[in-house]
C-alpha cells in the first residue's frame, strides 16, 4: 500500500508543483488550480472561507484586509452588498477602519503562481469611498508583481477618486517568467471601515499556449519548444510568446534596442525644451506613485529601462518631446522598413503618440492617441520612403495631474538599413494653433469659437473633420481605422486587424465631451455583414471622467445582412452627464476577413447641451404609459427607475415606474429620478403622487429639493413594509426664488422588494392635509400657534425633554413635532395649538391615526379636534396620562359631510416639569375606524399593528398583501377573512435574498396592565416552511415568550391564548426568516380584560379613547349643513355616473391608458375600495395551545 499523503505528485501526477497555479486544469476536476488565487473557472469570489489561497499579510495589525459582510444593516461606510452574490450575505474583501499619525498599509497576498502568458490580465471590482471625508490620499489601492527574484513592478493604479458603488477594472499581468504572487496594497492614514474592497476577481487568458492533441501547428504557425504553437506575426517582436524564448531566437537581422544598457543609436536630441530620459522604475521616488510606467516591458520588473517623458518638475514649458533614429536608407513597397515597438500611455498627462518620417519635410505616418491604461501596447509601423529619412517618435504631454508616456523595445527589421547620408529638412511644419477657448469648453456641445472651432473635432459627422476625432485605442489584435473618400463623399469608421496582444475588443474614443443635458442622444447607421451567421458584436459605452468606465449603453450581435449596404439606424440615449465624458465603440469580429466587416457611419450627437430641456415643468405630471415625461435618470446613481408593465395606479394594467431591490443585477445603495429644472417663484407647491414600498427589506422612497450649488433638501420620505398597494403622497414644495429640481430617490437598505410610483402631478398650489405625515424633512404645512410654540425636531437634537427617537424610523434622527409643556416656559392652564392646512370634505367617514409620546409628571392634556372652516370644532380624541418614555397610538373618527375642515391637536399645560408632549405619524385612512378589541380582518389596514423600524429589533417586515395582487412571492392562494385570492393577510416570505434566521417583528398598541386578555389569530405556514412564529409579550424591554409554532403545515390554523400582565405592555408577532416557504397571519383578535373563556377579568381598564362627543358635535353640523350636502352629493352622484360611464364603455383611447398630456390627478377621491367581509367557506378548529410553565424571557435594545 503506498502512502501518498509524504508523496502527492507520484499519486497524482496532474498535481506535481510545476503544474499546480498554471492556469491550466491537467486533473479532470481541475484539482491542481485549487487556491490558486482563483478557484474553478480561475475566479474568486470570496465565498469559500479559504479565501482562494489569499493571505492578509499586512504588517501593522490596526490596519488591515479583512473577509466580511455587509451585515444586516445598510452600513455607514463601505459596500452595500458586495458585488458578486448582491446581497448582505455575500462576501468580498474590505480594510478595516484605520486612524493613526502615520500612514498605514495593508496587504493582500496571492498564492504563489506559475510563469504566465503575455496576454495575462486580472479583471476584479473594487469599491473606493471615503465615507468618512477624510480624504482618500495619493495611493488607497494599487497591486504590486513580486516574482521569483524578489523584485517588485507596480502593474495598477486606479484613480484616487470617491465613488459609492462598485467599479470594474482590469489589471494586465503581462508575460511573467517566473513564479510569482500579486499583491493588493491600501495605503491610508484614516479611513472608514470597508471603504477600499475588492470582490470578483478573475484571471483571463494566462496560460502559456498548449500543445495540439495529436497534431502538428497549422501552417503559418511557429511550434514552440514546450509544443504550443504561435502565429508567425508574433515571431521576433520583442516578446516571448511561446513561454520558452522558441519565437525570440534567430532574430538576428532585426535590430532591438531595450535600452537596458544604453540608447542603441537613438538619438534624445530634440528642439523642444521638453526631453525624453532613459531611466527605469526604480529611479522614480515612491513618494510619486502614480509617475512612470510602474515596469519596463523587456523584463516586466522595476529595474528595466525604457524612455519616458512627463511633465517636469518645474512645470511644462513645451507640451511636445521627440527623439529619432539614425539616417536611414530609401525602402520600397516590396521592402518596407518595418518598426515595432511597444508603448505605455498612462494618465491624463498623456495627450498621444505620432510616429514621423522626416526627409526634406516632416510627415506623420502613425498615431496612437491618448491614455490607454496601465499596460504596455505593441505597435507596428510600416515605411515606405525613396530617399534617405529617419523616424521621429514624438509625444504630447498635457499639464494635468499624473500619468506620462514611455517607449521600450524598438525593433527595426532587416529592411530598415543605417545610411552614410544625412538628412536636411527644407521645411518645417508649422506649430498647431492655440485652443481658441479654454480646454473644459472644447466639446461642450456650445459653438463657443468663430466658426464653432470648438465643436468641430468632437466626433460629430456633421463637421467635416468630426470623424477624424474619433481616436483608436484598442490594445487588442482588432481596431478601428477612418476610411474616408472626398471624391466618393464617404466615411465611416470599419474594424481590422491590428498588431496588439490583449485579446480585447477594439475601442475608439471621442475626446473628452459635456457635461450633457437629459435629452441627449447618439444617433448612428451601423453594418456588420459578411457569409458567417454571425459576425460580431458592436456595443457604445460612456467613459466618465470621474465615475470610470459605465455599463454598455447599447449593444448589438449577430449581423445586419450579407450585402455591404445593409445598414440598421440606431438612437441611443446619453442623457445628463454631470461631468466631462467619453463616448466609445467596442466591437469585436468573430473573423476578420472580406467575407465579413464590421462598420459604423453618420454618428451625429443631438440635444447634448447642459442647459438644453425639451420641454416645460407642466409635463412634471405623468402617468409613465409611454415615457418618462418631465423626469429623467440621474446617471450618477448607483441604479435606474424602469418601467414595468401590468402594475400601475392609473388603468390598473398599465405601466408605472419601479425600482426592483430583488433584481439580481442592482448593485449600490441608491437611483434616482429627476425633474427638468423648475423656474423659481413666490407660490407654494404640491407634488402628488401615488406609491409603493412592498416587501420584508425594501428601503426607503425619498423625495427631494435640489438648488442650483447641488445641495439636497428631504421634502418627504417613507421606508419600511406599506403593504402591496397603492399609497396617496401629497409633498409640499416651498416657493424658490432660485432654479432648481426635484428628485425621487430610492434608497436601498436591503434586498427583497419593490419601489414604485405613478401619477405623479405637480400643482400650483399648497397641499391640503396629507394622507400621510411623518415629519421627515417636512412638517407637513402644520402650523404652530398659542402660548408656546410647537418645534419640528429629532432625537438627535434633544437635550432634557423629548422623545430620544422618532416613531416612524425608531432612530435619533428621526423627526416629530414636540412642544415643551415644563412649568418654567408653559405654565398651569396655557394652551399650545397644531393645526394641519385646510382639507377638503368628504361624505365618508375617515380614520384618523397618530402616534403620540408624553413625558414627565403632569405633562398636559392632548385633545385632538376636528375644526370645520366655518362653525365650531369637534373633539375627537383626548388623553392626559404620563405615558412614560413610549411612543403610543390614537385614532378617532372624522365626519364631516362636505365640509372643509382642518386638523388641530391642542395641549393644555398642568405645570409639571421637565415635561413634553410629541406627535408623529399622523395618517388618514378612508374608512371608520375599528372599535378596540374587534378582529382586524387586515382588509382596511393594519389596525394600529406596526412593524417596528428599531434594527436592533429586527431586519425584515411584515407585508401587507393578497394573492391575486402579489406577483413575485409564492404567497397563500387564499386569505382567511375572505376565503378568496381577494383577501388580505400579513405576510413573511423566505426569499434567498435575504439571510435565513432574520426576524421580523408585528408590534399591537400599548396595553394596560391585565388578569387576563384573549389573544387570538390565524397562521398559515406550508410543509415546505422552515420558518418559526413566535408570539411574545413586550414591557419595560423585556420580551416574554408566550408561544412558539415551528410545526405547522396545511391550511390556515386557529390560535388563542390568555395574556396577564402586571405591567403595560405590547403583543409581538415575530417570525424568523427560514431558507424556504413562508409564514402568513390574518384575522388578528384581541379582547381586552375579557380571557379566552369569556370571563371578564378587568373591571376598570384605564386608556386613551376616542372623543364620543365627536360624533354627536358632527351629527349637528350635518344638520345645519344638510342642504348644502344634498346638493353636493347631487353633484357627486351626476360625477360618478359619468366615470362609470367612462369605465363601462371605454373608448379606444381610455382602453389604452390615459395620455401624459391630459392626466390630471384627483387628489380628493378615494382611489382604494374595499369589498365588503365575507363569511369563510371553510369550517376550522382550535389548536390546543399550551404555554409551558418556564416561560421564558429576554432584554431586548
Known amino acids: 500500500m503506498i502512502v501518498c499523503s509524504y508523496i502527492t505528485a507520484a499519486c497524482h501526477p496532474c498535481e506535481s508543483p510545476e503544474r499546480r497555479c498554471d492556469f491550466v486544469c491537467d486533473c479532470s476536476e481541475c484539482d491542481d488550480e485549487q487556491n490558486c488565487g482563483y478557484l474553478k473557472g480561475f475566479a474568486c469570489d470570496f465565498e469559500d472561507a479559504g479565501l482562494c489561497g489569499w493571505k492578509e499579510q499586512s504588517l501593522n495589525a490596526a490596519y488591515k484586509w479583512e473577509r466580511r459582510q455587509r451585515g444586516d444593516m445598510m452600513p455607514h461606510s463601505g459596500p452595500s452588498s458586495d458585488f458578486t452574490i448582491g446581497t448582505a450575505s455575500g462576501w468580498f474583501m474590505g480594510v478595516t477602519e484605520v486612524k493613526s499619525a502615520t500612514v498605514s498599509t495593508a496587504v493582500l497576498m496571492s498564492p504563489s503562481m506559475q510563469q504566465s502568458s503575455p496576454t495575462c490580465r486580472l479583471r476584479l471590482r473594487y469599491f473606493m469611498w471615503d465615507s468618512g471625508e477624510t480624504g482618500l490620499g495619493s495611493s488607497p489601492l494599487w497591486a504590486s508583481v513580486i516574482q521569483a527574484n524578489a523584485q517588485q513592478a507596480v502593474v495598477w493604479r486606479p484613480e484616487a477618486t470617491s465613488v459609492r458603488g462598485w467599479r470594474e477594472a482590469v489589471i494586465f499581468l503581462g508575460r511573467i517568467a517566473t513564479t510569482f504572487q500579486i499583491h493588493l496594497y491600501s495605503h491610508r492614514s484614516e479611513g472608514q471601515r470597508g471603504d477600499i474592497a475588492v470582490d470578483q476577481l478573475e484571471f483571463l487568458d494566462c496560460a502559456l499556449p498548449l500543445p495540439l492533441p495529436g497534431k502538428e501547428c497549422p501552417e503559418g504557425m511557429l511550434e514552440c519548444k514546450r509544443e504550443g504553437c504561435v502565429a508567425q506575426r508574433q515571431v521576433c517582436d520583442g516578446t516571448d510568446d511561446c513561454g520558452d524564448g522558441t519565437d525570440e531566437e534567430n532574430c538576428e537581422d532585426h535590430r532591438r534596442c531595450d535600452f537596458e544598457k544604453d540608447l542603441c543609436d537613438w538619438d534624445l536630441r530634440s528642439l523642444s525644451k521638453l526631453k525624453w530620459v532613459r531611466m527605469s522604475q526604480g529611479n522614480i521616488p515612491i513618494s510619486d506613485p502614480v509617475k512612470g510606467p510602474g515596469r519596463d516591458h523587456s523584463s516586466n520588473s522595476a529595474s528595466g529601462h525604457f524612455l519616458y517623458v512627463t511633465v517636469p518638475d518645474d512645470g511644462l514649458l513645451q507640451d511636445w518631446a521627440a527623439f529619432q533614429s539614425p539616417p536611414l536608407q530609401p525602402t520600397n513597397s516590396t521592402h518596407p522598413c518595418k518598426m515595432i515597438m511597444y508603448t505605455h500611455q498612462f494618465g491624463p498627462r498623456s495627450g498621444g503618440l505620432t510616429v514621423l518620417v522626416a526627409d526634406k519635410s516632416i510627415t506623420p505616418i502613425w498615431e496612437r492617441g491618448g491614455a490607454l491604461g496601465d499596460v504596455w501596447v505593441k505597435a507596428e509601423v510600416e515605411i515606405v520612403n525613396n530617399s534617405t529619412f529617419q523616424i521621429l517618435i514624438m509625444a504630447a504631454v498635457r499639464d494635468l495631474a499624473y500619468g506620462g508616456i514611455a517607449v521600450d523595445d524598438i525593433l527595426l527589421s532587416s529592411e530598415c538599413r543605417p545610411s552614410n547620408e544625412s538628412v536636411t529638412l527644407e521645411k518645417i511644419p508649422k506649430s498647431p494653433k492655440d485652443s481658441c477657448t479654454e480646454p473644459e469648453m472644447m466639446c461642450d456641445f456650445h459653438p463657443d469659437c468663430e466658426g464653432a472651432a470648438d465643436e468641430a473635432q468632437c466626433g460629430d459627422f456633421s463637421y467635416s473633420k468630426g470623424s477624424s476625432a474619433w481616436t483608436d485605442t484598442s490594445i487588442g489584435s482588432q481596431s478601428w481605422v477612418l476610411h474616408k473618400n472626398s471624391t466618393a463623399k464617404e466615411e465611416y469608421l470599419y474594424v481590422t486587424k491590428a498588431p496588439g496582444q490583449q485579446l480585447t475588443e477594439a475601442q475608439t474614443q471621442t475626446p473628452l465631451l459635456g457635461p450633457s443635458g437629459p435629452a441627449c442622444t447618439l444617433s448612428f447607421d451601423f453594418s456588420l455583414t459578411g457569409n458567417p451567421a454571425h459576425i460580431g458584436e458592436l456595443s457604445v459605452r460612456v467613459i466618465d471622467s470621474m465615475l470610470g468606465v459605465q455599463p454598455k449603453l447599447w449593444e448589438f450581435g449577430g449581423k445586419t445582412g450579407i450585402g455591404e449596404a445593409e445598414w440598421q439606424h440606431a438612437e441611443v440615449a446619453i442623457g445628463a452627464r454631470k461631468h466631462r465624458f467619453q463616448l466609445a465603440f467596442e466591437s469585436r469580429a468573430v473573423k476578420l476577413c472580406p467575407c465579413a466587416k464590421i462598420k459604423v457611419k453618420n454618428v451625429y450627437f443631438s440635444g447634448c447641451h447642459a442647459n438644453y430641456f425639451p420641454s416645460s415643468s407642466t409635463e412634471l405630471s405623468c402617468n409613465f404609459e409611454d415615457r418618462l415625461c418631465g423626469w429623467y435618470q440621474d446617471n450618477s446613481d448607483n441604479f435606474d427607475w424602469t418601467q414595468l408593465d401590468g402594475m400601475d395606479h392609473t388603468i390598473g394594467f398599465g405601466k408605472s415606474l419601479v425600482v426592483d431591490m430583488w433584481s439580481s443585477s442592482l448593485r449600490g445603495a441608491f437611483g434616482r429620478l429627476l425633474s427638468l429644472p423648475l423656474l423659481p417663484g413666490h407660490t407654494d407647491k404640491c407634488l402628488t403622487f401615488f406609491y409603493k414600498i412592498y416587501g420584508p427589506n425594501t428601503g426607503s422612497l425619498n423625495v427631494k429639493l435640489i438648488d442650483t450649488n447641488g445641495y439636497e433638501e428631504v421634502l418627504w420620505t417613507r421606508s419600511g413594509a406599506h403593504g402591496n398597494m397603492w399609497h396617496e403622497a401629497h409633498c409640499p414644495v416651498p416657493h424658490q426664488l432660485t432654479a432648481h429640481q426635484l428628485m425621487f430617490e430610492a434608497v436601498r437598505s436591503g434586498f427583497d422588494g419593490r419601489v414604485a410610483i405613478d401619477d405623479v402631478a405637480l400643482l400650483a398650489r399648497p397641499c391640503t392635509v396629507p394622507r400621510v405625515c411623518s415629519f421627515e424633512g417636512q412638517d407637513c404645512g402644520y402650523k404652530s400657534s398659542g402660548q408656546a410654540y410647537w418645534v419640528h425636531r429629532s432625537g438627535h437634537t434633544a437635550t432634557v425633554t423629548g422623545p430620544k427617537t422618532d416613531h416612524s424610523l425608531e432612530t435619533e434622527l428621526g423627526f416629530y413635532m414636540m412642544v415643551n409643556t415644563g412649568r418654567s416656559s408653559f405654565p398651569a392652564g396655557a394652551t ?138 409564492s404567497t397563500p392562494l387564499e386569505d382567511h377573512t375572505l376565503g378568496t385570492e381577494k383577501g388580505h393577510f400579513l405576510f413573511l416570505p423566505s426569499s434567498n435574498r435575504t439571510a435565513a434566521n432574520q426576524k421580523a417583528q408585528l408590534l399591537s398598541p400599548h396595553f394596560p396592565p391585565t388578569k387576563g386578555t384573549c389573544l387570538k389569530f390565524w397562521a398559515l405556514k406550508p410543509y415546505s416552511s422552515d420558518s418559526q412564529l413566535k408570539v411574545w409579550t413586550l414591557s419595560k424591554g423585556l420580551l416574554k415568550e408566550l408561544l412558539e409554532v415551528s410545526e405547522l403545515g396545511g391550511p390556515w390554523r386557529r390560535f388563542q391564548l390568555d395574556i396577564i400582565s402586571t405591567e403595560e405592555y405590547q403583543i409581538v408577532f415575530e417570525g424568523i426568516k427560514g431558507s424556504s416557504g413562508a409564514l402568513a397571519l390574518d384575522d388578528i383578535e384581541y379582547t381586552i380584560g375579557i380571557n379566552c373563556a369569556k370571563k371578564v377579568t378587568d373591571v376598570d381598564k384605564t386608556s386613551a379613547k376616542p372623543d364620543n362627543a365627536g360624533g354627536i358635535a358632527a351629527s349637528i353640523i350635518v344638520v345645519m349643513l344638510l342642504i348644502g350636502t344634498l346638493i353636493a352629493l347631487l353633484v357627486y352622484y351626476l360625477r360618478i355616473q359619468r366615470r362609470v360611464t367612462t369605465l363601462t364603455n371605454p373608448s379606444p383611447s381610455t382602453a389604452a391608458g390615459f395620455s401624459n398630456d391630459t392626466y390630471e390627478p384627483d387628489a380628493t377621491e378615494n382611489h382604494v375600495r374595499i369589498p365588503p367581509a365575507q363569511n369563510h367557506p371553510m369550517a376550522a378548529g382550535f389548536n390546543n395551545v399550551s404555554v409551558s410553565a418556564g416561560v421564558r424571557e429576554r432584554e431586548v435594545a
Open 832 to 969: 399650545a395649538a397644531l393645526t394641519s392646512p385646510i382639507r377638503q370634505g368628504t361624505v365618508k367617514t375617515e380614520c384618523l391615526h397618530f402616534w403620540y409620546h408624553m413625558g414627565g409628571e403632569n405633562p398636559g392634556s392632548l385633545s385632538v379636534y376636528m375644526k370645520p372652516v366655518k362653525g365650531e370644532r369637534v373633539k375627537i380624541f383626548t388623553d392626559s396620562l404620563n405615558q412614560g418614555d413610549v411612543w403610543r397610538h390614537g385614532n378617532g373618527n372624522i365626519s364631516t359631510s362636505i365640509a372643509d375642515w382642518q386638523l388641530q391637536f391642542e395641549v393644555i399645560g398642568r405645570g409639571g416639569k421637565d415635561t413634553h408632549v410629541a406627535i408623529d405619524d399622523i395618517s388618514l385612512s378612508a374608512h371608520p375606524c375599528e372599535n378596540e378589541g374587534s378582529k382586524c380582518s387586515l382588509e382596511r389596514g393594519m389596525c394600529g399593528w406596526s412593524n417596528t423600524q428599531n434594527s436592533n429589533r429586527d431586519q425584515l417586515d411584515w407585508e401587507l398583501t393578497s394573492h391575486e395582487a402579489d406577483g413575485h412571492y
